[in-house]
């Protein structure tokens, strides 16, 4: 009789638990409140809980809601972009491997139609979809680079505004703030025609 009655209450514990289970909810934290920085317009999207199935990326460019997004493991770009949005009526898709699959910490740049002419777009690889060129780029797309906030996308701006077109990727280095260490971990997502 012990038996059974034990048998039961293990039977009631795993429906109980069972419906109390409950899908993740997306929260979406974004910032709608005017701002003269560039990236206070970024979103956030974060799935409770997170698991080892998950996979954080960053999406920027011409979409209607650039920020970072938590995804599945194994989900490809036109996922990525159908989170977010999709895409502006300015956005330039022809240079994106649509169906490239993402891993974690990858970032997406969406180009736009003006920019995508300044841009050199990369074969296949992810990491890089288009060289971001220093002479022309606008305060969001550099601002995309990796150690470049608002500050120092202005100071290149002002830099080239003052002295004229950079002739190497090494002469960024020649605007205040940025050493060696920021440049090493950029000089391959830049151009300079």
Known sequence: M?????????????????????????????DTSFSSDPLSSLSFDETVPETDDTIYVSVMGEVVSPGVYILPENSRVFELINEAGGTTKDADLTGINMVLKLTDGMQLYVPGISSSENSVQAGSSFNTPALININTATLEELSTLTG??????????????????????????????????????????????
Request: net charge neutral; charged share 25%.
């Open 148 to 193: 470049i906030g608002a500050t120092r996308a202005k100071a290149i701006i002002d830099y080239r505004e003052k002295n004229g077109p950079f002739n190497t990727k090494e002469d960024l280095m020649l605007v205040n703030g940025i050493k060696q260490g920021i440049y090493d971990g950029l000089k391959d997502e830049i151009c300079t025609q």
């Open 2 to 30: 012990k038996l059974n009655i034990s048998f039961f209450l293990l039977i009631l514990c795993a429906l109980l638990s069972g419906c109390a289970y409950s899908s993740p909810e997306t929260v979406r934290y974004e």
